[in-house]
């Protein structure tokens, strides 16, 4: 319930994306918010109002000259009470329009009079998208503050492909839970790494580490909530990358170092959430190892680098974050590592509240001692520790 309590007035304008609006309405409402939909007379062609009426529970608007409005000031009630103006899906018209401020129908009337921050996810052909007029257009909405969300990349309802489709409706929301969050990170760069690693012993099988990636992905979509640019180097998990986050998929230690060391240079921060396996066969077999005579076949290992010391051992390094899992001493340990690794900052966990699940239990180490962080959500822990970096950065 990321949205409880918000109120988003929700415009649809003409395009086959209305149909994908009906979901949004349901996934906005799952959130907590509650939706009052205005649609523009082109958007009625694709889904009826009767659509919008039923799913968001609420009177959708269509006319600005309708009587349901006592003073006949639909235009400004609808948009004032809200705490976000959303339009999805935004045709290219509807972007043209707000761009010079024109205010002939009811939704476009509604985004002039609003007090509200207006979003909007474009969804139309892709050459129309790109046009320079086009173009012109979303620039000066940019320039006006407006949050423009996508398009997307990829098959159209016209046949061809290209950018130009209107984000999913998860992507919307999860865009929009983002504009709610604080934005400490505004203008910075953070890489982490995340999930398992995986170290070939012969062409099928492997060591790896217990990971599902939950919390680095958790911190990654929260760093990127508070406006930072965010690389994400991960190893093998089965989680969709969250929206607006750069993922780099690797395998293994030796992958993952070399991905992560491509990409410091100009990070402000560096968070190591991955289990890293230690250890790597020191030559793994070209072939499938038989069972051939039933002899255990001895596996030699060897060390792995450290990405997280070798990156904080760097000339400049970025603000340097670790992790440390821990069954037991969680303070003696975490400490432990923190002095090893000459980290500013260690995020201990003890792995009995928490290993794969949604929810954690964390304690932050630093300079000024100890931070325990009260049990949440993976999301709202990593929100958190996102505020608390962006804290360290300040004081550097
Ligand atoms: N880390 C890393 N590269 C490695 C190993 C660990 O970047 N080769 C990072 C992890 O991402 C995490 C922290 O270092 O941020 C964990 O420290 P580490 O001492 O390696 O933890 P464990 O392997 O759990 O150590 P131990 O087995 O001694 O408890």
């Known amino acids: ?38 649609m523009t007379d082109a958007a009625t062609h694709f889904v009826t109002p009767v659509t919008f009426q039923a799913l968001s529970g609420q009177p959708v608007f269509t006319d600005q000259w309708d009587a349901r409005i006592g003073n006949n000031m639909a235009h400004i009630d609808l948009s004032r009470e809200a705490d976000a103006l959303l339009v999805a899906p935004a045709s290219a018209d509807f972007l043209a329009k707000v761009a010079h401020g024109l205010a002939d129908d009811l939704l476009s009337t509604l985004v002039l009079a609003r007090d509200c921050p207006l979003l909007v996810a474009p969804a139309m052909n892709r050459q129309m998208w790109e046009n320079p007029a086009t173009r012109r257009n979303v620039a000066t909405l940019r320039a006006d503050g407006v949050a423009v969300l996508g398009p997307g990349c990829g098959d159209q ?18 865009e929009l839970i983002a504009h709610f969050q604080p934005k400490p ?27 599902t990636g939950k919390m680095g992905y958790a911190i990654a979509r929260a760093a990127h909530e508070a406006g930072a640019e965010v690389t994400l180097v991960s190893g093998p998990v089965a989680l969709p990358c969250p929206y607006g986050v750069t993922r780099i998929d690797v395998t293994s230690a030796l992958q993952m170092r070399d991905a992560v060391l491509a990409q410091t240079a100009g990070s402000d921060v560096f968070v190591a959430v991955a289990a890293v396996a230690d250890y790597r066969p020191a030559a793994p077999a070209e072939q499938k190892i038989k069972k051939d005579g039933g002899t255990p076949p001895a596996i030699e290992l060897t060390l792995n680098p450290d990405i997280l010391a070798e990156v904080a051992a760097l000339p400049h390094p970025p603000l340097c974050v670790g992790f440390a899992a821990e069954s037991q001493k969680l303070d003696e340990y975490a400490e432990k590592k923190r002095r090893a690794k000459k980290i500013p900052l260690i995020v201990g966990n003890l792995i009995q509240n928490g290993f794969g699940g949604d929810d954690n239990t964390l304690v932050l180490f630093d300079d000024d001692g100890r931070h325990p962080l009260p049990p949440a959500s993976k999301i709202d822990l990593a929100r958190r520790l996102v505020a608390h970096i962006a804290t360290l950065l300040e004081k550097n």
Not at 1 to 14: D, P, S
Not at 159 to 164: D, P, V
């Open 157 to 174: 309802a016209c046949g061809e492909t290209g950018l130009g489709r209107m984000l999913e409706p998860e992507e919307i929301v999860a």
């Open 185 to 211: 990170l505004k203008g910075r760069r953070l890489l982490l790494t995340a999930g398992p690693t995986f170290e070939a012993i012969d062409p099928v099988r492997g060591i790896t580490n217990l990971s």
């Open 1 to 38: 319930m990321e949205l409880q309590g918000k109120r988003i007035a929700l415009g649809v304008t003409g395009g086959v994306a209305a149909y994908k609006a009906a979901e949004l309405v349901r996934l906005l409402l799952k959130q907590g918010a509650t939706v009052q939909v205005a």
